[in-house]
């Protein structure tokens, strides 16, 4: 079985340019999560979808991140314009409903310069 | 603000000794989660524990979920260097929801 799938695995950019990650779960996961682990911290949930619909995003700033999963299959995670706190793997996450366990793919490690 | 507390922050210990990682929290949980994360990779699920006083064993690895389900520990025996990782508790809410503690960096030597 494959798992949680991320692109790109790194990307440098520098402060108030936009970036958009990208990933695709597990078949048949219908809960995707976004996850922002900075470094020395544990993974920090930034977003929960259930199917193509959101079920959280408290702690999404909304005003500069942003995130969908079209047909409720792959998701983006975009973040327009970057800043320096920004810097952080950017994890994804994938489980079945209802159930406990989460998959989580390799990260997106993003630099803010 | 992390809610799980984890000690220590940093762990390094030779081939062979035994560790101990501890996971505290004020709060409860429907049950608690332990992750090992290597560099470069996420999180791997090792063990879930959700009844208050519950021990799982997972070869050298022992986990005990208190009695109050609101702390738990991580005891390896004779650790190995394939050991070395981070190792993350997380505990779970009502809703499935996470939340992550900032983790134990364990080293084992050679």
């Known amino acids: 079985e494959a798992g949680v799938a991320q692109s790109p695995r790194y990307k440098i950019i520098e402060k108030r340019q936009s970036v958009a990650f990208w990933c695709n779960p597990i078949s048949g996961h219908a809960t995707l999560y976004w996850y922002q682990q900075i470094l020395g911290q544990g993974p920090k949930l930034l977003i929960q979808f259930q199917n193509n619909g959101v079920v959280d995003d408290s702690q999404l700033p909304k005003d500069r991140f942003s995130a969908e999963r079209l047909k409720g299959v792959d998701s983006t995670l975009k973040i327009q314009p970057a800043k320096l706190e920004d810097s952080a793997v950017y994890l994804c996450?994938?489980?079945?409903?209802?159930?406990?366990?989460?998959?989580f793919g390799p990260g997106t490690r993003l630099t803010v310069l | 603000t992390q809610l799980l507390e984890q000690s220590p922050q940093f762990l390094s210990i030779q081939e062979g000794e035994n560790l101990t990682v501890y996971c505290n929290s004020s709060?409860?949980?429907?049950?608690l989660q332990w992750y090992r994360q290597e560099p470069g990779e996420g999180p791997v699920l090792l063990v879930t524990?959700?009844?208050?006083?519950e021990v799982k064993k997972l070869k050298r690895l022992t986990f005990q979920f208190g009695d109050a389900r609101k702390d738990s520990s991580l005891h390896i025996t004779a650790a190995q260097p394939g050991d070395t990782g981070l190792y993350l508790c997380?505990?779970?809410?009502?809703?499935?929801?996470?939340?992550f503690g900032a983790g134990t960096t364990v080293t084992v030597r050679a």
């Open positions: 996450a994938s489980s079945l409903t209802g159930y406990r366990e989460q998959f």
């Open positions: 524990v959700v009844t208050g006083g």
């Open positions: 709060s409860v949980f429907s049950s």
């Open positions: 997380a505990g779970e809410s009502d809703d499935y929801k996470l939340s």
